[in-house]
Nanobody, 122 residues
Framework: QVQLVESGGGLVQAEGSLRLSCAASGRTFSNYAMGWFRQAPGKEREVVATISRSGGVRYHADSVKGRFTISRDNAKNLVYLQMNSLKPEDTAVYYC???????????????WGQGTQVTVSS
């Protein structure tokens, strides 16, 4: 089992920045690819960014490319999502996930955090 706990969400004005963190515990963190997903009210959960086990390969969804950056620190069992130039449409609950493969669909991930709310005001 892998336990994931997100933090860093909150209320921010448009064009502002936030950094989300996800702390992992349980099995060996570096054995898992990690992903950030988000779900806005009334919408399906969607991928935001993913990162390989070593951190050498990163994927960012087109909607966040150039504004968000995923990173990880395997020594500290942490994964981050740096979010810059935030827009109101980025408002959602953001989830951290761990999986054996670095996919972009929900079923690629076996473990999920409880989510953290990000609200961007215009």
């Amino acid at each position: 089992q892998v336990q994931l706990v997100e933090s860093g969400g909150g209320l921010v004005q448009a064009e502002g920045s936030l950094r989300l963190s996800c702390a992992a515990s349980g099995r060996t963190f570096s054995n898992y690819a990690m992903g950030w997903f988000r779900q806005a009210p009334g919408k399906e959960r969607e991928v935001v960014a993913t990162i390989s086990r070593s951190g050498g390969v990163r994927y960012h969804a087109d909607s966040v490319k150039g504004r968000f950056t995923i990173s990880r620190d395997n020594a500290k069992n942490l994964v981050y999502l740096q979010m810059n130039s935030l827009k109101p449409e980025d408002t959602a609950v953001y989830y951290c996930a761990a999986g054996r493969s670095q996919g972009i669909i929900l079923s690629d991930y076996d473990y999920w955090g409880q989510g953290t709310q990000v609200t961007v005001s215009s």
